[in-house]
């Protein structure tokens, strides 16, 4: 169901956290006002590659008050080679080494105000992120592998036993050694980016097939996918040693039902520290003519008119029915939504589950310009969902206060915690962020 692309539909995403993890109940940072206090519940942002070429940079996660709310960042996206490593490169569509750690940043752009030297090995957003943790003592870093458009070569990474462990070694070395390539350049270089990343997300879209066209795809995917998870977590270990660091190991994980079940969850759940549910694009532009519907609505509604009543909630179901426990499982949130136009109001529907001439705007948008459109919001209180609608465009996306509740939803469930795609989507207050913050103190 994920659209998540470094070039067109962005999306995805996915939650969870350990509630009473050590590393949670401990984490501490200072809030807008300087205060120190605590974090409950892992909070989760995916933090885009691509995001500074649209003017969002990792000092506007410090700047809108998100860093001090949030326990990680995913950083989207590390690519999987055709050999099966994890790699860096400058080319289009494959990888860009620019943005990751050559780019030089400048004072005005640098979290802390200082810009990059000629002679640093590290650079770009790989070093804002270092300085983003240095910052905010709370705030771990992970980096995520795969993605909508880049999990082409998972499947035969995750082969054979001698694949899984080139494969992992390789992550770990380039990754979280931080043994960048230098690639032409003064940048990287063994140990280079070491203390940026604490940990691993896989976002393999998906075992067993449904992703991206042209993914290699085999039926033992999901088994494979057991074992990849389990060689990282042995690896990871391996590198902590009996008094390193705990190395985070996380997966973003699909919404549908039939991709679920390509997976062995009860079996991945005792290797990873949590699972980001991806628990949106429940309905999106791939429906193109309508009928309209959400997006990432809390709980199934029996008069969707697409018959499939689909929801968080069941969702979130799934996943616990499968043998997840609630502290692992982490509930996506997206700060994006899709709009249709040529929308008819409906019999008292105010534009839902109504039929639509076409997308609006290009089919999607980021919450930050779906605030400013035209049009009165409604919510649905019983289906924990919210729209925008002005007479012939529709919107689904979450506002603030669905967020809060979406959160209050996680304690009151006892879940892991929250994730969110993307932080660029957020408005320059953090506005979303500190809505998800909300509903997790609340609780």
């Keep these: 169901m994920t659209r998540r692309s470094s070039a067109a539909l962005l999306v995805a995403a996915t939650l969870g956290a350990l509630l009473v993890s050590p590393a949670a109940a401990q984490a501490h940072g200072d809030d807008d006002h300087g205060r120190t206090h605590r974090l409950e519940g892992q909070r989760v942002g995916y933090f885009t590659q691509w995001g500074i070429y649209s003017g969002f940079s990792a000092k506007n996660v410090q700047t809108s008050g998100q860093a001090s ?70 705030l771990r870093a992970v980096i995520s592998l795969g993605g909508w458009s880049w999990s082409k070569h998972f499947s035969d990474a995750a082969l054979t036993d001698a694949s899984r462990k080139k494969f992992v070694s390789s992550c770990i070395d380039l990754y979280l050694k931080g043994d960048l390539p230098q690639l032409g350049s003064a940048e990287g270089g063994a140990g280079a980016g070491a203390g940026v990343f604490d940990g691993i997300d896989i976002d393999w879209e998906y075992p067993g097939g449904g992703g991206d066209g042209g993914n290699v795809v085999r039926p033992e995917d999901g088994k494979n996918y057991t074992l990849l998870m389990q060689e990282f977590r042995r690896q990871l270990d391996a590198l902590s040693g009996k008094k390193g660091p705990h190395y985070l190991l996380t997966a973003a994980v699909p919404a549908g039902e039939s991709k679920i079940d390509q997976f062995e969850v009860k079996k991945v759940a005792k290797s990873v520290d949590w699972l980001n549910l991806m628990t949106y694009d429940l309905h999106g532009p791939w429906e193109a003519q309508g ?105 689904t996306y979450d506002t603030p206060d669905l967020l809060t509740r979406k959160a209050r939803y996680v304690g009151e469930n006892e879940l892991g915690g929250v994730m969110a795609w993307s932080l660029d989507n957020d408005d320059a207050q953090g506005t979303l962020v500190a809505a998800l913050d909300k509903g997790l103190r609340d609780h």
Excluded: M
């Design 69 to 138: 709310k949030l326990t990680v960042i995913n950083y989207a996206f590390g690519n999987v080679s055709a050999d099966g490593t994890c790699f860096e490169a400058n080319a289009a569509g494959v990888g860009d080494a620019w943005a990751d750690y050559q780019r030089p940043v400048g004072a005005e752009e640098s979290v802390d105000g200082v810009a990059d030297t000629a002679e640093q090995a590290l650079k770009g957003n790989f070093n804002q992120i270092r300085k983003l943790k240095a910052k905010n003592p709370q």
């Design 291 to 395: 009928p309209t519907n959400h997006d990432a609505n809390l709980y199934a509604d029996q008069a969707d008119a697409s018959g499939l009543k689909l929801s968080v909630d069941r969702v979130v179901r799934a996943y616990l029915d499968r043998g997840l426990p609630a502290k692992k499982a982490v509930v996506g949130v997206p700060f994006y939504g899709y709009g249709w136009t040529g929308v008819p109001a409906g019999p008292k529907k105010n534009g839902l589950y109504q039929s639509a001439t076409g997308l609006s705007r290009g089919g999607n948008l980021p919450y930050n310009r779906i605030k400013d459109l035209p049009g009165t919001v409604f919510t649905d209180r019983a289906h924990g969902a919210t729209w925008k609608y002005d007479g012939t465009e529709f919107w």
